[in-house]
Structures are given as structure tokens and as C-alpha cells.
T-cell receptor, first 114, second 116 residues
């Protein structure tokens, strides 16, 4: 079952605009991660935010986490055509035995028009 | 530049044939994951190894799929017999976990499997 659900499913913007993607999850987490996948390629880790953090920045990326609402957002500022990709959130939970792996959402397809 | 490698990159086979996919995790990583990605189901976890021991393979059809780690540098995913519904991209990922939940995963380029 999907733990993280991204919203919107697809997003089309113009180069230079900001892109915001949201992720909601259901159970308590230890950390939440965002990954990017270019067409036909593997996933690439972008950023990780831990449950005791509220905001994190990396270059043009800004991630927020609201554990009370069980949601996260990924903001890409000043988007570029090269940002065109699918973006996935993934959650890591510390289960009873510590054996839980990452659970990925269904992804947001971002199209940045030049 | 350390990276996860997967072979083959593409595989076309006929229904009923055995398929073996291989993965070389990043040296020093102690966790290996196998995922399957399709348009309909998205990214599904098939199996998860830590220190070469299987921790979770509940996502894997046991009757036809098997995953092993013969040594720390090789993980294999085998399908026997293969069926058309197994057509998907299979990703291997590795990571380093020390006494905590799963952290960053590093993905390979995937094996695109087509079963006719």
C-alpha cells in the first residue's frame, strides 16, 4: 500500500516559475525523503528531512514537514527545463523490529516548459 | 564515483523462461532493495536485505520470484517461470543503515524486462 501520496499527480509550469509538490502520509515516520526520476532512469535522492525537523534547504530545493498534519512539501524555485522529471516522496518508519524499508508514493510528474 | 550497477539493462524473453537480474551494490553499503516499477502499480518493494540477510520479501510472489545475496557484492533476483505480467522495470538500490531506520537509498539504472 502507498504510504505517501503526492499531489498534484502532474504539474506543468514555465521555466523560471516555482514548483510546489505535496506529499501526505498515514503513519508516524522517522524521516521523509524526496527523490527525482528522469524518464527511463533510476531514482536519485534529493533531500531527507527527519521527523524532528520542520524545514530544510538544498540549493533551489526547500522541503517542509508538518508531522501534525502528516504532510510534506517540496518547493523547487526558479525552475529549469532540466527539472522536468517525476518526483517521489518516501517515508521511513521505525517499526517494532526496525525492519521497515522506505515506502514510496505514486509521484508527481513535473513538466517545465522552456 | 560509486554507483549501483545492474545487469542486464534490457531483457526480452518469452513466457515460461527463467530470468535472472543482477545487482552490484555500492561497496560498503549493508542494505539492498529490489523494487519493481510499472505504470499501473508505481514503485513496489519486492525484497529487502540487510547484511545479506533477507528482512522483508513480503512484496514478492514467492511461487516464482526468489532473491538472494550470495556475497556482499552481488544481489540477484530470479523469476522462474516468467509471465507477461512480470513485464516492468526492476530497480536495485543500496544504502548504509547503522542502528536506525532506512536512510538514503542509491538506485541503479534498472533492468527493463519484457515478457512476451
Amino acid at each position: 500500500s502507498q504510504q505517501g501520496e503526492e499531489d498534484p499527480q502532474a504539474l506543468s509550469i514555465q521555466e523560471g516559475e516555482n514548483a510546489t509538490m505535496n506529499c501526505s502520509y498515514k503513519t508516524s515516520i522517522n524521516n521523509l525523503q524526496w527523490y527525482r526520476q528522469n524518464s527511463g532512469r533510476g531514482l536519485v535522492h534529493l533531500i531527507l528531512i527527519r521527523s524532528n525537523e520542520r524545514e530544510k534547504h538544498s540549493g533551489r530545493l526547500r522541503v517542509t514537514l508538518d508531522t501534525s498534519k502528516k504532510s510534506s512539501s517540496l518547493l523547487i524555485t526558479a525552475s529549469r527545463a532540466a527539472d522536468t522529471a517525476s518526483y517521489f516522496c518516501a517515508t521511513a518508519a521505525w517499526g517494532d523490529t526496525g525492519r521497515r524499508a522506505l515506502t514510496f508514493g505514486s509521484g508527481t510528474r513535473l513538466q517545465v516548459q522552456p | 564515483d560509486a554507483r549501483v550497477t545492474q545487469t542486464p539493462r534490457h531483457k526480452v524473453t518469452e513466457m515460461g523462461q527463467e530470468v535472472t537480474m543482477r545487482c552490484q551494490p555500492i561497496l560498503g553499503h549493508n542494505t539492498v532493495f529490489w523494487y519493481r516499477q510499472t505504470m499501473m502499480q508505481g514503485l513496489e518493494l519486492l525484497a529487502y536485505f540487510r547484511n545479506r540477510a533477507p528482512l522483508d520479501d513480503s512484496g514478492m510472489p514467492k511461487d516464482r520470484f526468489s532473491a538472494e545475496m550470495p556475497d556482499a557484492t552481488l544481489a540477484t533476483l530470479k523469476i522462474q517461470p516468467s509471465e507477461p505480467r512480470d513485464s516492468a522495470v526492476y530497480f536495485c538500490a543500496s544504502g548504509l543503515v547503522i542502528g536506525g531506520p532506512t536512510d538514503t537509498q542509491y538506485f541503479g539504472p534498472g533492468t527493463r524486462l519484457t515478457v512476451l
